[in-house]
């Protein structure tokens, strides 16, 4: 071995004896200002805290399925053309056998309300550091929660992007409780998210076989969490990911992506994209809603890359009441079940669900695994 490449060897395993990963940690959660903060500062190389480890779980993870197309379902006259509603309800169920995952067109939500609420997203992370900090908080209590990683101090790596989260229903906040950048559009956005919703979870009821509004009575479309991210430009975006594997934990999630793409799911060991397609909403199954379909339906992985363009910013509406107090017990649906189909999942309440998963963190196993009886 060259000399010089000794003293290279010896500088790299001093500077790993000496990273102190829990300073940098607080060092960066203390200026306030997130990823897009170093970013804003000039930033030119991936902190090592960002680092993603490698994932021995996937043996295929650089093998991308990209010609493999995320069903496409129009929702137009599903509720006037019952041919039509048969067709998409037979869609929707083997896309969320198979993938956990489809993007919806023609749903109602005008193009403009669309546009509208990435600009909102946009004109908030925008803003100058010293006006979100008002606005960056650890305190999940709060109306509006917005940090860098929700598990910054207990994931393995953090992830290249920001998150704002606020709950928009049962109890929808005023306006002056809400960022100004984007608070209007906000609650007009979460009003016309709850109404697709509400569709959403009919179709998916018959997709189970039960009657259109089984989901709706027991509680599925009852909360909504509206989280809005940055992910801003990356210096090094081979280092570190937007989003790390991971499920969501609520029902359902519907999500509204800008044009700059990254999104990919886990279908047989591989990293599908699911490429923006104009006007469209992304839909996919959360862990509750595996775990009430005792496994006919599929929480699957999925994950956001880095990318040297940017920022990309997105809309993820969860269905879930999330940390809201509630002694609502949600277990395998018992329609659902037969001598020969015995329940997979012992029962849960939401918030002791989202607790579990929370205090898991990104990365790490399903938490449904958890769960499984």
Not at 17 to 25: A, P, T, W
Not at 60 to 73: E, F, L, M, W
Not at 211 to 222: V, Y
Not at 286 to 305: A, E, P, T, Y
Request: with cysteine; aromatic share 8%.
């Amino acid at each position: 071995m060259a000399a010089n490449s000794v003293a290279e060897v010896e500088a790299e395993t001093t500077s790993q004896q000496n990273y102190d990963r829990i300073s940098e940690i607080k060092a960066f959660d203390e200026t306030r200002g997130g990823v897009k903060g170093l970013v804003d500062a000039g930033i030119t190389k991936v902190p090592r805290m960002f680092y993603s480890l490698p994932d021995d779980s996937v043996k295929a993870s650089d093998n991308r399925k990209a010609d493999v197309g995320i069903p496409v379902v129009a929702l137009d006259d599903i509720d006037g053309d019952p041919i039509h509603r048969k067709k998409v309800v037979d869609i929707v169920r083997e896309a969320s056998q198979k993938w956990g995952f489809f993007q919806v067109v023609n749903h109602s939500i005008p193009v403009e309300v669309l546009e509208e609420m990435l600009d909102g997203v946009r004109r908030f992370y925008d803003q100058d550091t010293e006006v979100k900090k008002r606005w960056y908080t650890r305190d999940v209590s709060k109306t509006v929660v917005y940090n860098s990683n929700f598990d910054l101090f207990s994931a393995p790596s953090a992830n290249w992007r920001d998150t704002s989260y606020v709950s928009m229903a049962p109890k929808v906040p005023r306006a002056d409780e809400l960022p100004k950048a984007c608070s209007d559009i906000l609650i007009k956005y979460s009003e016309y998210i709850k109404k697709l919703g509400r569709s959403l979870f009919e179709l998916l009821s018959e997709a189970l076989g039960l009657k259109p509004n089984h989901l709706n009575d027991i509680g599925c479309s009852e909360g909504l969490a509206v989280l809005y991210h940055c992910y801003p430009a990356c210096p090094e975006p081979e280092l570190t990911l937007g989003a790390t594997k991971h499920a969501d934990y609520d029902f359902m999630t519907v999500l509204l992506q800008d044009h700059t793409g990254g999104l990919q799911i886990l279908c047989e060991n591989q990293w599908v994209d699911v490429p923006p397609v104009p006007g469209a909403l992304v839909v996919n199954v959360g862990d509750l809603l595996q775990l009430i379909s005792n496994d006919k339906f599929n929480s699957s992985q999925h994950r956001v890359l880095a990318n040297r363009a940017g920022p990309r910013v997105s809309v993820a509406c969860f269905f879930t009441t999330g940390l809201a107090p509630s002694s609502k017990r949600y277990g395998p649906i018992k329609e659902l079940l037969s001598e020969d189909n015995p329940p997979r999942y012992r029962e849960t309440t939401v918030k002791d669900y989202s607790l579990h998963y929370n205090a898991k963190g990104l990365g790490t196993t399903s938490a449904l695994l958890d769960f499984r009886i």
